[in-house]
Structures are given as structure tokens and as C-alpha cells.
């Protein structure tokens, strides 16, 4: 009955507006007033919350970011995947979902595909006779690429909450999901370039141009590799590679001259702007889980689901469901942290493969980041498009359905996710 009061409160703080975290918080001391608990624990547990070293990844993989960008690779990226898909029909809407494939591998967040690569892509598009509306759609539907291939800080926060699961098992994978995602949204892309008569480049580009745009985007093709090369190859851990990430990204910016204290002091500006958003809701969402657990709400609805559901496959079908529908209404890192205590023991007690689950669970998320009407990436890229939100409603729909089948896909094809971590 006392859970139930919660999730009423909790509903009602939401609904009147308060941002979630706060919202967060606010569940979390209403539990602890309920249930006649100390209240300094509140700030213990928000403390020991972000106290963990793997957490370190988080700003450095984001600064790392920011300095890459800030070299204006971006620009490169775009060039190299012209040079490779912008002969097919469709032509630019696959180099901007290319575009976003090879930039995931360096920022790993939605917000910053859209906002540094999709202010680019968006441009290049419709200078080629693209409507802005959807130049904007493709450009957010490829953006939610960023948080599955890595590195990813949504499957770090994953990792550290499910403390079984690896990071570096959490980024491989990501990678077969990810990819999967990018071929299906170009297929979509190709169908509707068919249909409506896209503009796309009729001359193949040749061998000396390829390998002339590839010359200039090596430095940041080269971030992902080392990130997961040394990964896999146990030459470091994730955390650490976030540390070798920032100093190669500071090496290619000396080398092109693209850096000066005052940009590198943006950047860290930035990043720590970005990083102490994610942090607060972190430590907030520690505490509530500490809270749920003490009043054994996650225990009951394992009880509850072992009592009513007796079937693998019906549980991922509710936990999709769930998710989508979370991921509407919420960021990522708040769901996750909400809802992993909860279903990850209920997963482990059908056998579920915890890293399966935990991609699924991101994998869910990031598709209710273009799910209208609240989606937060089409927030952003609206706004830099320069669009209205509605106008993008009816271009980004069909993307929507393809980032649910290809959840389809990844739920009941397992080894989409779990053959390259059960490989290397």
C-alpha cells in the first residue's frame, strides 16, 4: 500500500512540472517520512551514489567529445561518408545516418550528434533540395545511434548498476544493435527516396577521392578504434580509455592547430556543465533506490511477475512495453537508474543474459528520445533546424517504427547482441 502511495506522489510531482530529478528526490524523502527512516542517510547515499571510480568515464569520454568537435572533424566525417554512400539513391540521408554511425564512436550522446554533426548534415541536406522537415527527421532518427554504439554513458550508468556487467561488455554489446539500427534506417531512407523522387549524386565518386576524404577524417575514425582496440585487447579498461580518448583528442587538435586555453577552456566548461546534469540525477536516483529497496518494492514485483508470468519471452514483452513508454516521458539516465533495480533480478530469475538486458533496456530508451510528442532529441534538433516541434511529427513516425522492429529483432535474436562480448 505504501509503494502505492509513492507511485501516486511521484505521478502527481511530474505532472504539475517539477523536473524529474527533483522529482526524484522528492520520492525518495517522501519514502523515508512514510517509513520513519533517518534522513542523513539521504546524503550518504546520494554521495556514494557518484563515488565510483568507473563514473570517471563519464566527463572524460564527453570532453573528448567536445575537443574533437571542436577540431571541426565533423566536416570530415560527412565528406568521407559522401564519398561512400552519396551515390545511392536517397544520397544524403544515408551520409547523415553514416555521419552519426562514425560519430557515436566519439560522443556517444544523442544531444551531441544532433547538435554538433546534425547542424552540418541538416544544412548539407537541404542546400541539396531536401525539405528542412525531413532533413530534421533523419537527422534526430540518427542521432539516438550515438547512445548504442560506444562508447555509450548510458551503458556505463547500466554497468555500474547492475555491478555484474562489465562496461567493456556493455560497449561490445552496443555495436551489433547499433549497426543494425543504421542499415535499417537506410533502408527506410532508400525506400522513401524512391517514392518521393529524392535528389542524390549521380556520378560515383572515384578511388583518389575516397581515399583523399578518408586521409582527412582518419584522426577521427582512428578515436574508436583505439577505444575499443584497447578494450578488447586488454590494454586498458573503459575507464582508462576515456583517459587515453581526451589525450588523443588533445594530440589531433595541437597537430591541426585547432586548439587554443581559450576553446580547451569551453570545452571544459562544457563538459562539466553536461557532466554535473548527469551527476545530480545519479546521486538523487541512489537515494530513491536505496529507498524502494528498504520498503522491498523491487522483492514484491519480482514475487508479482514470478507469480503471473512464467515465460522469458512475455517478460522482455513487458519490459519493452514499460520502457517505451518510460522513455517517453523521461532522459535515459533517470530510467535507467529508476527501473534496473527493479527488472534486472527479474531478468536474472528467467535466465536472462544481464548484458542482452541491459542493452535492451538502452535500446528502448533511446527510441522514446524521437518518440513525439516529448521526444527530447527532437527537442533539440528542432531547435536547430529551426523548425517547429509539430512539424517534424509526421517525417519522424516511420523512423519510430523502424527503431521498434528493429527492437523486435534484437529482443528475440539475442546473439545480435551478445555474440561479439561472447567472442572476445
Not at 549521380?202 to 577521427?220: D, E, I, M, N, V
Request: proline content about 5%; glycine content about 8%.
Amino acid at each position: 500500500m505504501l509503494a502505492v502511495k509513492l507511485i501516486i506522489i511521484f505521478l502527481i510531482v511530474v505532472l504539475i512540472g517539477v523536473p524529474i530529478g527533483f522529482a526524484m528526490g522528492f520520492l525518495a524523502i517522501a519514502a523515508f517520512v512514510l517509513d520513519g527512516g533517518n534522513m542523513v542517510i539521504i546524503a550518504q547515499k546520494m554521495f556514494s551514489g557518484i563515488y565510483n571510480f568507473t563514473y570517471l568515464s563519464i566527463p572524460l569520454f564527453i570532453l573528448a567529445s567536445e575537443i574533437m568537435s571542436r577540431c571541426g572533424l565533423t566536416e570530415s566525417l560527412v565528406d568521407v561518408c559522401d564519398k561512400m554512400v552519396g551515390h545511392l539513391k536517397g544520397g544524403l540521408a544515408h551520409v547523415n545516418i553514416l555521419g552519426s554511425m562514425l560519430f557515436a564512436g566519439i560522443s556517444g550522446s544523442a544531444t551531441a550528434d544532433a547538435t554538433g554533426l546534425g547542424r552540418v548534415e541538416i544544412e548539407m541536406m537541404t542546400s541539396a533540395g531536401y525539405s528542412k522537415e525531413y532533413s530534421a527527421a533523419v537527422t534526430a532518427a540518427s542521432a539516438i545511434i550515438g547512445p548504442i554504439i560506444p562508447p555509450s554513458n548510458i551503458m556505463i550508468i547500466y554497468a555500474v548498476c547492475a555491478s555484474t556487467v562489465s562496461v567493456s561488455d556493455m560497449f561490445l554489446g552496443g555495436i551489433g544493435p547499433g549497426v543494425l539500427l543504421g542499415l535499417m534506417e537506410m533502408g527506410l531512407c532508400y525506400y522513401l527516396a524512391v517514392k518521393h523522387h529524392h535528389p542524390y549524386r549521380l556520378k560515383r565518386a572515384t578511388l583518389r577521392q575516397f581515399l583523399s576524404s578518408g586521409y582527412h577524417a582518419l584522426p577521427a575514425l582512428g578515436l574508436p578504434l583505439i577505444i575499443m582496440g584497447g578494450i578488447v585487447s586488454g590494454v586498458f579498461t573503459a575507464t582508462e580509455a576515456s583517459a587515453v580518448a581526451v589525450f588523443y583528442a588533445l594530440l589531433v587538435a595541437v597537430f591541426r592547430k585547432k586548439i587554443t586555453p581559450k576553446s580547451l577552456y569551453e570545452c571544459c566548461v562544457r563538459t562539466a556543465k553536461t557532466t554535473a546534469n548527469v551527476m545530480i540525477i545519479i546521486s538523487i536516483a541512489t537515494a530513491m533506490s536505496y529507498a524502494i529497496t528498504v520498503l522491498r518494492i523491487p522483492q514484491t514485483l519480482v514475487a508479482i511477475c514470478m507469480e503471473y508470468i512464467h515465460s522469458p519471452a512475455v517478460f522482455l514483452l513487458c519490459t519493452n512495453i514499460i520502457l517505451l513508454f518510460l522513455g517517453c516521458i523521461l532522459d535515459q539516465s533517470p530510467a535507467l537508474l529508476m527501473m534496473v533495480p527493479i527488472l534486472l533480478p527479474i531478468a536474472k530469475e528467467f535466465g536472462i543474459d544481464p548484458v542482452h538486458f541491459g542493452v535492451l533496456c538502452c535500446f528502448n530508451l533511446t527510441i522514446g528520445l524521437i518518440t513525439p510528442p516529448i521526444g527530447m532529441t527532437l527537442f533539440v534538433t528542432a531547435n536547430v533546424a529551426e523548425i517547429k516541434l509539430t512539424d517534424m511529427f509526421r517525417q519522424i513516425l516511420p523512423f519510430v517504427v523502424i527503431g521498434i522492429i528493429t527492437l523486435a529483432i534484437i529482443t528475440w535474436v539475442p546473439a545480435v547482441t551478445t555474440f561479439l562480448p561472447g567472442l572476445l
